[in-house]
């Protein structure tokens, strides 16, 4: 059972920045493929980036240029640095870790932009 925490959301204002951490705990972390995910009351959860366990990294289009997501196997952390913020990320962030073919999500952490 892997179990997932995420942390640094908060309100920020628009142009902002935020650095969101999702730490892990109960696999073996180097080969785990992390991602995060966001959700807006009566949409669909919406992929945002992956951090694979042999290092590429993939973003939507919506956030590239503005996000970067990085993994510390060392403390079995992935992070996504938010910058360039628009009320338009306004979300629920979810982490999401696939390790052995199971997937597993965090409780998710709010990030509120305003204009």
């Known amino acids: 059972q892997v179990q997932l925490v995420e942390s640094g959301g908060g309100s920020v204002q628009a142009g902002g920045s935020l650095r969101l951490s999702c730490a892990a705990s109960g696999s073996t972390f180097s080969r785990t493929d992390m991602a995060w995910y966001r959700q807006v009351p009566g949409k669909q959860r919406e992929w945002v980036a992956s951090?694979?366990?042999?290092?590429?990294?993939n973003y939507a289009d919506s956030v590239k240029g503005r996000f970067t997501i990085s993994r510390d196997n060392a403390k079995n952390i992935v992070y996504l640095q938010m910058n360039s913020l628009k009320p338009d990320d306004t979300a629920v962030y979810f982490c999401?870790?696939?390790?052995?073919?199971?997937?597993?999500w965090g409780q998710g952490t709010q990030v509120t932009v305003s204009s």
């Open positions: 999401k870790a696939v390790y052995s073919n199971s997937n597993y």
């Open positions: 951090a694979g366990r042999f290092g590429t990294t």
